[in-house]
């Protein structure tokens, strides 16, 4: 059983940052294909961004692409969340997701990730 903890989220004004951090437990780390999601009230769960086992690939949503950098420390068991110039509209709750599969690596789909953590807020006011 893999367990995710989210954590580094907070109250920010537009254009500041935050960096999200996601410690895993109970399954080699570098074994798994990580990703990040955030919900919104109201919204469907959606795919912020996603990185392979050993960090050499990445894959963001258009809509963080240039703000958001997504990156692995696998001797830590981490994944970290870079969120620069934040705006109103990055406001949710943001999920960290892991899986084993080979086939999950860079996926945009939540149900392709077996395993979440139980999410940490970010809210940007304007």
């Known amino acids: 059983q893999v367990q995710l903890v989210e954590s580094g989220g907070g109250l920010v004004q537009a254009g500041d940052s935050l960096r999200l951090s996601c410690v895993a437990s109970?399954?080699?780390?570098?074994?798994?294909?990580m990703g990040w999601f955030r919900q919104a009230p109201g919204k469907e769960r959606e795919f912020v961004t996603a990185?392979?086992?050993?960090?050499?690939?990445?894959y963001y949503a258009d809509s963080v692409k240039g703000r958001f950098t997504i990156s692995r420390d696998n001797a830590k068991n981490t994944v970290h969340l870079q969120m620069n110039s934040l705006k109103p509209e990055d406001t949710a709750l943001y999920y960290c997701?892991?899986?084993?599969?080979?086939?999950?690596?860079?996926?945009?789909?939540?149900?392709?990730?077996?395993?979440w953590g139980q999410g940490t807020q970010v809210t940007v006011s304007s």
């Open positions: 109970g399954r080699t780390f570098s074994s798994l294909n």
């Open positions: 997701a892991a899986d084993l599969r080979s086939a999950v690596s860079g996926s945009r789909y939540p149900t392709s990730y077996s395993y």
């Open positions: 990185i392979s086992r050993s960090g050499r690939n990445t």
